[in-house]
């Protein structure tokens, strides 16, 4: 069974860019989480989605969003992109029923200049 | 808020020696422990992890501990291997009935193995 995968992998932009990043969960998975790892802040997470539908937000400003598409694959956008927006971006799929164990992807490194 | 200290933050052990990593949660409600490996520049992965209706679980040369009065689970590491050299994150979670679970993480223990 293929893992979690994310595209892309690396990415440049500017301040004020925008970005999108996706994910696309192991098959049958229908939730996927999206953590943002830093070397300062460590891993925090940013939200949740099952279902298409956002279960649970992180403490992070509104410029982040997401949402996932009916075949469970998901998007994370930045909008106005700032400096500490660089960081490695993970998400995690699982099947979403009590106790699932949750498989990270290899992340997207994001570097913001 | 949730919040999950770890310790220590850097472990140097020599091959074969033991090592532990210990971790303090806050939240009470807090019912599922997993710890991730992390390679350099690789994906966290599942090691193991724990429920809190279980006080300790092995699997080969790993294993896990938790004391619920405390708040406080570790994962302990048998005849250490060069290639046990990773950071290693606890993390705790509250799993609702909905399923969903959002994982507070620990800082990171960087353990690294010298032959």
């Known amino acids: 069974k293929a893992g979690v995968t994310q595209t892309p992998r690396y990415l440049i932009k500017t301040r004020g860019q925008q970005v999108t990043l996706s994910c696309s969960p192991i098959?049958?998975?229908?939730?996927v989480s999206w953590y943002q790892q830093t070397p300062g802040q460590g891993l925090q997470f940013l939200f949740e989605?099952?279902?298409?539908?956002?279960?649970n937000k992180g403490n992070f400003p509104g410029r982040f969003s997401g949402r996932q598409f009916s075949n469970s694959r998901s998007e994370m956008n930045v909008s106005t992109l700032e400096l500490g927006d660089s960081a490695l971006y993970l998400c995690?799929?699982?099947?979403?029923?009590?106790?699932?164990?949750?498989?990270f992807g290899p992340g997207t490194r994001l570097l913001v200049l | 808020g949730e919040n999950v200290e770890q310790h220590p933050s850097t472990l140097s052990v020599q091959e074969g020696d033991s090592a532990v990593i210990k971790c303090t949660y806050s939240?009470?409600?807090?019912?599922?422990f997993p710890w991730y490996k992390q390679e350099l520049g690789k994906r966290p992965q599942l090691i193991i992890d724990?429920?809190?209706?279980?006080g300790e679980k092995k699997d080969q040369r790993i294993a896990v501990t938790l004391n619920k009065t405390a708040k406080h689970f570790s994962l302990h590491i048998t005849e250490t291997q060069p290639e046990d050299s990773a950071v290693y994150f606890c993390a705790a979670s509250r799993i609702k009935n909905t399923g969903f679970q959002k994982l507070v993480f620990g800082t990171g223990t960087r353990l690294l193995v010298s032959p």
């Open positions: 989605y099952f279902s298409e539908t956002q279960r």
């Open positions: 995690a799929s699982s099947f979403g029923q009590p106790q699932g164990t949750q498989y």
């Open positions: 939240d009470s409600a807090s019912n599922y």
């Open positions: 098959s049958g998975h229908r939730s």
């Open positions: 724990i429920r809190s209706n279980v």
